[in-house]
């Protein structure tokens, strides 16, 4: 019987260890559960919410002219809601943190959660705006890149101290680069300001 009594010793001792990895573990999701989660801002009424049958989707209302110190706030904004997304996944044509993103998808989200209505595309993104100076740039800024050294074909959000947020490339999440990295720069050929006072 003493080696019985020793082997159930052995399964409490066990059982508590076990017990006491679990709590622990648990303990540290839950402190990982209280951080800041992520959710897509709600930018007014749902338009698929508010349409019944066959009706088109609820139009938003026409933009109200922006004042001096309101274009540098949302601007700030839309740098900020995009630097939020690194390291969501790159997807063609992913236009969503739910999707992913391309580089023109970001930039179209974006500026989306501040109601600003972009196009949805590089080279009608580039049609946006007026061009400004690369040293006079702000955050919220468009940067516009030739990747094969000729035509423009991709767009990131500039955070400010030369930085700048975009969806790369396939097979690489949303991230933050430098203008003044060697390839960056030597790809970069406009600037543009969309949100003007």
């Given at each position: 019987?003493?080696?019985?009594?020793?082997?159930?010793?052995?399964?409490?001792?066990?059982?508590?260890?076990?017990?006491?990895?679990?709590?622990?573990?648990?303990?540290?999701?839950?402190?990982?559960?209280s951080?800041?989660?992520?959710?897509?801002?709600?930018?007014?009424?749902?338009p698929v919410a508010e349409t019944s049958?066959?009706?088109?989707?609820?139009?938003?209302?026409?933009?109200e002219p922006i004042a001096p110190g309101e274009a540098v706030h949302l601007g700030i904004r839309v740098a900020t809601l995009a630097r939020e997304q690194?390291?969501?996944?790159?997807?063609?044509?992913?236009?969503?943190?739910?999707?992913?993103f391309d580089c023109s998808g970001l930039v179209h989200?974006?500026?989306?959660c501040v109601g600003i209505d972009l196009p949805r595309v590089v080279q009608q993104q580039m049609e946006s705006g007026q061009s400004i100076d690369g040293d006079r740039l702000q955050?919220?800024?468009?940067?516009?890149?030739?990747?094969?050294?000729?035509?423009?074909s991709h767009v990131g959000i500039y955070l400010g101290s030369r930085r700048f947020v975009h969806a790369p490339s396939?097979?690489?999440?949303?991230?933050?680069?430098s203008l003044d990295d060697v390839w960056w720069h030597g790809r970069w050929t406009d600037s543009r300001r969309v949100i003007r006072s």
């Open positions: 019987m003493p080696g019985f009594c020793l082997l159930e010793v052995r399964v409490l001792v066990s059982c508590r260890t076990i017990s006491m990895v679990m709590v622990i573990g648990l303990l540290l999701l839950s402190g990982c559960a951080k800041r989660v992520y959710r897509e801002p709600q930018i007014g009424p749902d049958g066959d009706s088109p989707p609820a139009t938003p209302p026409p933009a690194v390291g969501r996944p790159y997807r063609w044509g992913g236009e969503s943190p739910g999707q992913g989200w974006s500026y989306g955050p919220g800024d468009l940067v516009f890149f030739a990747m094969d050294g000729r035509s423009i396939s097979g690489q999440p949303v991230r933050v680069d």
